[in-house]
T-cell receptor, first 109, second 119 residues
Framework: QKEVEQNSGPLSVPEGAIASLNCTYS??????FFWYRQYSGKSPELIMF????GDKEDGRFTAQLNKASQYVSLLIRDSQPSDSATYLC?????????FGAGTTVTVRA | GAVVSQHPSRVICKSGTSVKIECRSL??????MFWYRQFPKQSLMLMAT?????????EQGVEKDKFLINHASLTLSTLTVTSAHPEDSSFYIC???????????????FGAGSRLTVL
């Protein structure tokens, strides 16, 4: 079983819509969770992180964490063409980040 | 904000040669840096944890004699791919952990990555 699992996509959404990305993890002891965005040929850049159960909002992005279900998600509201990228879910285990394979998002203008 | 500089961004070398990649933390001290490798359309795989002043900790399956890591100062870690072969062609990315006062958390910041092509 992979440590961090994501749907690979591609996820295609029209401009202005909400993109919903899901991630599950296997280590119940994981404490911190991160979402990174990676454009093709570039290194990842942090979007946001979440530690506590519930929702955390930052601009057009909302992260949701449910530790009981070992599930973390990312919502992108008012999606823009510039949001087209691969989104990586990362989970902190023993001070090391484990990454999911990423979900590719395409926002159609 | 925290900046991690990585050099070179691209390198092409012949099979059997060695390649050195540098990773610098520009505005903070990094006692720990991490080296990742990413093959096309795959996720980042942690290769090793680089510790300032001590030996690196390698992940299972990563050859420490092939991927030499040196972390001689608080702002510089290097990865040397020795006797490179075509299967070593990949995107190598370094990162450093930094506590952010605005975020109140330790956050991993990535360098821009180095694309290695071994002919």
């Amino acid at each position: 079983q992979k440590e961090v699992e994501q749907n690979s996509g591609p996820l295609s959404v029209p401009e202005g819509a909400i993109a919903s990305l899901n991630c599950t993890y296997s280590d119940r002891g994981s404490q911190s969770f991160f979402w990174y965005r990676q454009y093709s040929g570039k290194s990842p850049e942090l979007i946001m992180f979440i530690y506590s159960n519930g929702d955390k909002e930052d601009g057009r992005f909302t992260a949701q964490l449910n530790k009981a279900s070992q599930y973390v998600s990312l919502l992108i509201r008012d999606s823009q063409p510039s949001d087209s990228a691969t989104y990586l879910c990362a989970v902190n285990n023993d001070y090391k980040l484990s990454f999911g394979a990423g979900t590719t998002v395409t926002v159609r203008a | 904000g925290a900046v991690v500089s990585q050099h070179p961004s691209r390198v092409i070398c012949k099979s059997g040669t060695s390649v050195k990649i540098e990773c610098r933390s520009l505005d903070f001290q990094a006692t720990t840096m991490f080296w990742y490798r990413q093959f096309p359309k795959q996720s980042l795989m942690l290769m090793a944890t680089s510790n300032e002043g001590s030996k690196a900790t390698y992940e299972q399956g990563v050859e420490k004699d092939k991927f030499l890591i040196n972390h001689a100062s608080l702002t510089l870690s290097t990865l040397t791919v020795t006797s490179a072969h075509p299967e070593d062609s990949s995107f190598y990315i370094c990162s450093a952990d930094r506590y952010g006062e605005s975020s109140g958390a330790n956050v991993l910041t990535f360098g821009a990555g180095s694309r290695l092509t071994v002919l």
